[in-house]
């Protein structure tokens, strides 16, 4: 009775889980592997359903969060270990060090005082950033974060030095935390599946190769070119840019199932293509469209765009062409027709891996043969380690979960 709840994960059905469960008035406890809360969405140029950028949604969840007393939050950390039962649990957890206290203004000094790169884990490694960085520009925490790959060098004494408030931290440490909670939400996320594991695209070949969660970061004010959409390989805007779905996706091989996302995903960065470079070409090669209830109108309006093609193919190889080009191989499964099709820009569908799929949860817990987490007695998977979905099905997904571990912590 009145124990705490734990929530798994900083992303929107872990952020939802936590905020209607405090609010409800229930103590909170909430872990998150980065340095920063937001997961995915904070990542997004747009997200569904009204195109908008995600921060207009996140910034008003983070100060929730920061007015609500009753929010534990241990970022950088993951949970380790879970003993116990429903009603009373024992959680450890290992945090890593962030080598930044509390004091930090974000003033920038450190950085600027570091000539350290490495690659910007928030732009899926497009680009460098200095390696006393910012996560991104609206992070919650608002805070730096020193590499520890700097943290015993030169680099690192630099940034220490530059710190007008004592922010820098270099021999912080990692460290084990216990916490006991009454039940605990399992909200950790997915991860984009590995496209380099399908040899056929010969992803390694070409910088002009990337995924739909890079083509985001290459269309956002705050990614690595600004915003441009470029071929990473010169700079230069593409002309033709093809959408491969199903990257991964739908593939005994690889992931059997169907992400839900991926089509929508494609549709809405067509978009971003054609409104950016009015004379660019489009195609979009599919099994078939999944756009179901209100996104059927938005694949009605792309479709209407006479510079979008739409294939119905499964692409079988992607190889290096003349001049840079990239050709597409394939056949359209519409007519019967074998096909070689030049893109200078391809962009690829890959799916959502749970992340349960990748690291399983530390109890005794039943899975689907995807690796999607069915919820026990008091640990309750919430979004996208349950099943794939949109935002908004992760933050019901959320909202639901926080009410079944209430149940749990009132004695219901």
């Known amino acids: 009775m009145g124990q705490s709840i734990l929530v798994v994960g900083g992303g929107m059905s872990g952020v939802s889980a936590a905020l209607e469960a405090a609010e409800a008035g229930y103590d909170v406890v909430l872990v998150e592997k980065n340095p920063y809360l937001g997961g995915r969405v904070a990542q997004l140029h747009q997200y569904f359903p009204k195109l908008c950028p995600p921060y207009c949604g996140l ?112 021999d912080d440490a990692a460290k084990e935390i216990t916490e006991e909670a009454g039940a605990i939400v399992w909200a950790a996320g997915w991860t984009p599946y590995d496209v380099s594991k399908v040899e056929y695209y010969n992803v390694d070949s070409s910088p002009d190769i990337i995924t739909n969660v890079q083509m985001e970061r290459l269309a956002a004010a705050n990614g690595p070119t600004g915003g441009k959409i470029v071929k990473l390989s010169n700079g230069e805007a593409p002309k033709k840019v093809a959408f491969v779905q199903c990257a991964g996706s739908r593939d005994v091989n690889h992931l059997p199932f169907c992400s839900t996302i991926c089509c929508l995903a494609s549709l809405k960065q067509a978009t971003y293509v054609r409104e950016q470079l009015k004379d660019a070409e489009v195609t979009i090669y599919f099994i078939d469209i999944r756009a179901m209830d209100r996104n059927e109108d938005f694949y009605t309006k792309v479709k209407a765009d006479e510079k979008i093609s739409f294939v119905k193919s499964k692409v079988g190889l992607i190889e290096p062409g003349e001049n840079g080009m990239l050709v597409l191989n394939g056949e359209n499964t519409t007519t019967g027709e074998r096909f070689k099709a030049e893109h200078d820009l391809v962009v690829l569908a890959a799916g959502m891996q749970p992340n349960t799929d990748l690291s399983k949860i530390p109890a005794d817990m039943v899975y689907d043969e995807y690796g999607f987490v069915q919820s026990a007695e008091g640990i309750f998977g919430a979004g996208t380690v349950r099943r794939p979905g949109e935002v908004h099905v992760s933050v019901q997904d959320g909202t639901s979960a926080a009410l079944k571990a209430i149940q749990v912590v009132a004695g219901r």
């Not at 116990?84 to 600027?112: F, H, L, M, S």
């Not at 350290?116 to 996560?135: C, H, M, Q, V, W």
């Open 59 to 170: 910034e008003i969840n983070f100060k929730r969060i920061k007015s609500n007393p009753r929010i534990k939050l241990y970022t950088m950390s993951e949970v380790t270990g879970i003993e116990g039962q429903a009603g009373d649990y024992k959680v450890t957890i290992a945090q890593q060090p962030r080598y930044v206290n509390e004091r930090c203004t974000v003033c920038g000094k450190c950085a600027e005082a570091v000539e350290a790169t490495i690659p910007s884990p928030f732009d899926y490694g497009l680009g460098e950033i200095k390696a006393a960085y910012l996560p991104h520009e609206l992070a919650y925490p608002y805070r730096y974060v020193i590499d520890p790959s700097i943290v015993e060098t030169e680099d690192g004494a630099k940034a220490k030095e530059a710190c007008p408030y004592d922010a820098v931290v270099l």
